[in-house]
């Protein structure tokens, strides 16, 4: 624990977590509340996988699309 206590108050940690939110979480959101998934269909990692994959070609897809 102090191990990653260090890691996370480091100058390189607080830079990685202020990066984070600009990063991932707008990619989260937009799928979730923009293209409306909410679950996954399928079971199993292999199915889940796939879908997941399928999803984040919609995304780059989408983005691309407006450019």
Do not use: P, Y
Not at 24 to 47: D, H, P, S, T
């Amino acid at each position: 624990k102090e191990k990653a206590r260090n890691l996370l108050l480091s100058e390189a940690g607080i830079a990685h977590r202020k990066r984070r939110c600009w990063d991932v979480e707008a990619v989260f959101g937009n799928i979730k509340q923009n293209m409306g998934f909410k679950r996954f269909m399928l079971r199993g990692m292999e199915k889940v996988t796939t879908e997941i994959g399928l999803i984040a070609m919609a995304h780059n897809l989408r983005k691309f699309s407006i450019a």
